[in-house]
């Protein structure tokens, strides 16, 4: 069983950056697209950033240019460097496979005006 275990997140004033870190029990990078997926209050997950297999990496639009993932397979850690918070970037950051398997905690990101 593949544990992943969110990390980093906080309280950050707009304007911010934060760094999220995900590390996972198992050698998954390898053979698995990797991403991260956000729940903001009152809307559905949806996958934020992503990277292939290969490591080729895809943002949603609304995180283009402020967000950065990025992996170390070696240490099966997955990295979300986050820049320019907006409050709207508030919501439980969790990693996961793509397409998702089973969920982890998350970790939650607030971002104040």
């Known amino acids: 069983q593949v544990q992943l275990v969110e990390s980093g997140g906080g309280v950050v004033q707009a304007g911010g950056s934060l760094t999220l870190s995900c590390a996972a029990s198992?050698?998954?990078?390898?053979?698995?697209?990797m991403g991260w997926y956000r729940q903001a209050p009152g809307k559905q997950r949806e996958l934020v950033a992503s990277?292939?297999?290969?490591?080729?990496?895809h943002y949603e639009d609304s995180v283009l240019g402020r967000f950065t993932i990025s992996r170390d397979n070696a240490l099966n850690t997955l990295y979300l460097q986050i820049n320019s918070l907006r409050p709207e970037d508030t919501g439980v950051y969790y990693c996961?496979?793509?397409?998702?398997?089973?969920w982890g905690q998350g970790t939650q990101v607030t971002v104040s005006s």
């Open positions: 198992g050698s998954i990078f390898g053979i698995n697209g």
């Open positions: 996961n496979s793509v397409p998702a398997r089973n």
């Open positions: 990277l292939t297999m290969y490591g080729i990496p």
